[in-house]
């Protein structure tokens, strides 16, 4: 191929790869996300990764909180979502007061940083004490119970990465590195 013929075909490429992007943005605007942005797809491969937030919440007799959400089986620890934009401290206060009326008062102590195959996220998981004696915690809309438990007696139906969370503070273990 000529140098003519090759500057012809390399000359239309920004034109070419501007048209490719246009595409992409006016189909991640009709499916409601954002093209180039974290919530959109790595090269229309993959989704992007998540980011949750959960909280170890002990009261003063080191037992630790768990919830059961509505119309979900089983026991978990307080949490959920990052949303963009969003620090994890910010996202950890936001949901532990809609969940359970508690607004943390200092920055928690960061317990780890797990990474979450099944749902191609990480999920970092804070300690907090429960300020509250005796008076147990107020439950959200999105609840439908929140209990404190001895570590030694967890329910049957507790998530498995509540329990190694909680298993790991009880024994002074290292932290997984999966959630």
Request: with cysteine.
């Amino acid at each position: 191929m000529s140098n003519r013929a090759l500057w012809r075909v390399f000359s239309h490429f920004p034109v070419i790869l501007s048209a490719i992007a246009d595409k992409k943005r006016r189909s991640a605007a009709r499916s409601g996300s954002s093209y180039g942005s974290a919530s959109s797809t790595n090269r229309g491969e993959h989704p992007a990764p998540s980011l949750g937030v959960r909280g170890l919440v002990f009261d003063h007799d080191a037992r630790v909180l768990l919830v059961r959400r509505k119309g979900i089986a089983g026991w978990y620890l307080p949490g959920g979502p990052v949303h963009r934009g969003e620090s994890v401290v910010s996202a950890l206060a936001r949901h532990l007061e809609a969940e359970i009326d508690f607004q943390i008062p200092d920055v928690p102590l960061l317990h780890g940083l797990f990474h979450h195959p099944r749902a191609r996220s990480h999920v970092a998981c804070y300690i907090l004490l429960w300020p509250h004696s005796g008076i147990e915690p107020r439950i959200g809309r999105a609840l439908e119970e929140a209990r404190f438990y001895a570590s030694t007696d967890l329910p049957a139906t507790v998530s498995g990465p509540a329990r190694a969370r909680i298993e790991e503070t009880a024994s002074e273990a290292p932290p997984a590195l999966d959630w």
